[in-house]
């Protein structure tokens, strides 16, 4: 027997419908409890059916993703969802407060939020995994990521495919591919960019401008990752 009932401050008339329904039909006691909304800044509540929001299934949610969620919190949010979602004291947030008000460029109450909301959830193993990512986005380092990884962290740049046939025998120009997928807008602007230091391939700065490309050079046979400059990336799945 059910006498009680939870809901969101937004369900209250369906709330008090209900403790109507049982006295009247029943003669019973029902009763209802409501808590206030969770908003952001601009007014949008956490919901299911609200865009971008998270799930807590890893399966619908990665903890990657759900870890840049929490990363990418507006800093006039980050200390009420602190203070929601974390275990910390009054005192450490106030001083995640103060952070946030002097540097709020480092986003360190962020970093805090995340790291203690996905260890929640996902536990340490999720947490290292989306570090790990993170790191790998941010810091170019890609050398711990298998296929799936980057599949799942560069899943939102621009991407095109190359058929694996042309991998082989001499390989393919780096050039030519950097014309091709438009990280260049040419082969003339692709040596330029190489002599000058500013391509890379899976992380690793190029520098031979005359570099071919063999499916040695893919990551597990299935992905090149291009980078132009700090953030200018493009991923190409090798397709049969």
Same mark, same amino acid.
């Given at each position: 027997?059910?006498? $009680?009932?939870? %809901?969101?401050?937004?369900?209250?008339?369906?709330?008090?419908?209900?403790?109507? =329904? $049982?006295?009247?039909?029943?003669?019973?006691?029902?009763?209802?409890?409501?808590?206030?909304?969770?908003?952001?800044?601009?007014?949008?509540?956490?919901?299911?059916?609200?865009?971008?929001?998270?799930?807590?299934?890893?399966?619908?949610?990665?903890?990657?993703?759900?870890?840049?969620?929490?990363?990418?919190?507006?800093?006039?949010?980050?200390?009420?969802?602190?203070?929601?979602?974390?275990?910390?004291?009054?005192?450490?947030? %106030?001083?995640?407060?103060?952070?946030?008000?002097?540097?709020?460029?480092?986003?360190?109450?962020?970093?805090?939020?995340?790291? @203690?909301?996905?260890?929640?959830?996902?536990? @340490?193993? %999720?947490?290292?995994?989306?570090?790990?990512?993170?790191?790998?986005?941010?810091?170019?380092?890609?050398?711990? =990521?298998?296929?799936?990884?980057?599949? @799942?962290?560069?899943?939102? $740049?621009?991407?095109?495919?190359?058929?694996?046939?042309?991998?082989?025998?001499?390989?393919?120009?780096?050039?030519?591919?950097?014309?091709?997928?438009?990280?260049?807008?040419?082969?003339?602007?692709?040596?330029?960019?190489?002599?000058? %230091?500013?391509?890379?391939?899976?992380?690793?700065?190029?520098?031979?401008?005359?570099?071919?490309?063999?499916? @040695?050079?893919?990551?597990?046979?299935?992905?090149?990752?291009?980078?132009?400059?700090?953030?200018?990336?493009? =991923?190409?799945?090798?397709?049969?």
């Amino acid at each position: 027997q059910c006498t $009680v009932q939870l %809901g969101g401050s937004d369900q209250w008339g369906n709330i008090t419908a209900g403790t109507d =329904l $049982v006295r009247r039909v029943a003669g019973g006691k029902a009763f209802g409890v409501v808590s206030p909304l969770l908003t952001n800044a601009s007014g949008t509540k956490f919901g299911k059916t609200e865009v971008g929001n998270v799930w807590l299934d890893p399966e619908l949610t990665s903890p990657f993703a759900f870890y840049q969620f929490w990363m990418n919190t507006d800093d006039r949010d980050v200390i009420g969802f602190l203070k929601c979602f974390s275990l910390l004291s009054q005192h450490e947030i %106030g001083e995640l407060e103060e952070a946030t008000r002097v540097e709020p460029e480092k986003r360190i109450a962020q970093k805090v939020l995340a790291d @203690e909301v996905t260890d929640r959830v996902h536990g @340490e193993t %999720g947490l290292a995994a989306a570090r790990k990512a993170t790191q790998a986005l941010f810091g170019g380092d890609i050398s711990g =990521l298998n296929a799936s990884e980057i599949s @799942e962290v560069f899943g939102d $740049v621009p991407s095109s495919e190359l058929e694996k046939s042309r991998l082989g025998g001499d390989g393919l120009q780096l050039v030519e591919l950097l014309a091709e997928s438009g990280v260049a807008s040419s082969k003339g602007d692709a040596r330029r960019a190489i002599e000058g %230091g500013g391509i890379y391939l899976n992380g690793e700065r190029i520098q031979d401008v005359s570099q071919a490309l063999s499916i @040695e050079d893919a990551i597990e046979g299935r992905y090149l990752l291009l980078r132009k400059g700090k953030r200018a990336y493009h =991923l190409v799945a090798v397709c049969e």
